[in-house]
T-cell receptor, first 117, second 115 residues
Framework: DTGVSQDPRHKITKRGQNVTFRCDPI?????LYWYRQTLGQGPEFLTY????????KSRLLSDRFSAERPKGSFSTLEIQRTEQGDSAMYLC???????????????FGPGTRLTVL | DQQVKQNSPSLSVQEGRISILNCDYT??????FLWYKKYPAEGPTFLIS?????DKNEDGRFTVFLNKSAKHLSLHIVPSQPGDSAVYFC??????????????FGKGTKLSVIP
């Protein structure tokens, strides 16, 4: 059972550029989450997918952010016109279907570290 | 407005002794609580969880206690080992309306186990 994978692991970009991150959840995990973690803080929720449907978005997710999960498998998170304040670790997590006892347990990927210069 | 608080940024414990990490929450709608362990440059790793209908859950060296009336939970690690040195995050979830069960995290406690 492979874990959640994220690509790239590190991204350095200049202010104003667009970036896209990818997350591959654990197979059969139909629910997928994106979080953002800045220095000295815990991860903060950004958005949630159940299969291909994006069902919830945090107010942290500004108009410059967009996330997709086109076939209910992998997901992408795009940030347009990056700003220095976007520098953070972007984490993806997935959970088993609700029929499983462990449906509340989220399994995280290694994260993508974004640095905006 | 922090809904999950870990008031100790750091904790040092001798190898073999007990480590106790504490967490307080304010939102009464939280009904599931989790502890994660995180090493630098890695994602959080799930450790142990507890439902609000229980007051204790044990898994090997790790035990989580939940006191609902005090809105307090704690993670006990016995015996502590040097490999336990990491940042520990407390997280809570509850029905969000959209069904996400999103996690709300504390700021973490850095545990150092001294050989």
């Amino acid at each position: 059972d492979t874990g959640v994978s994220q690509d790239p692991r590190h991204k350095i970009t200049k202010r104003g550029q667009n970036v896209t991150f990818r997350c591959d959840p654990i197979s059969e995990h139909n629910r997928l989450y994106w979080y953002r973690q800045t220095l000295g803080q815990g991860p903060e929720f950004l958005t949630y997918f159940q299969n291909e449907a994006q069902l919830e978005k945090s107010r942290l997710l500004s108009d410059r952010f967009s996330a997709e999960r086109p076939k209910g498998s992998f997901s992408t998170l795009e940030i347009q016109r990056t700003e220095q304040g976007d520098s953070a670790m972007y984490l993806c997590a997935s959970t088993p279907p609700k029929r499983r006892q462990s449906y509340n347990e989220q399994f995280f990927g290694p994260g993508t570290r974004l640095t905006v210069l | 407005d922090q809904q999950v608080k870990q008031n100790s940024p750091s904790l040092s414990v001798q190898e073999g002794r007990i480590s106790i990490l504490n967490c307080d929450y304010t939102n009464s709608m939280f009904d599931y609580f989790l502890w994660y362990k995180k090493y630098p440059a890695e994602g959080p790793t799930f450790l142990i969880s507890i439902s609000s209908i229980k007051d204790k859950n044990e898994d090997g060296r790790f035990t989580v206690f939940l006191n609902k009336s005090a809105k307090h939970l704690s993670l006990h690690i016995v015996p502590s080992q040097p490999g336990d040195s990491a940042v520990y995050f407390c997280a809570a979830s509850g029905w969000s309306g959209a069904g996400s069960y999103q996690l709300t995290f504390g700021k973490g406690t850095k545990l150092s186990v001294i050989p």
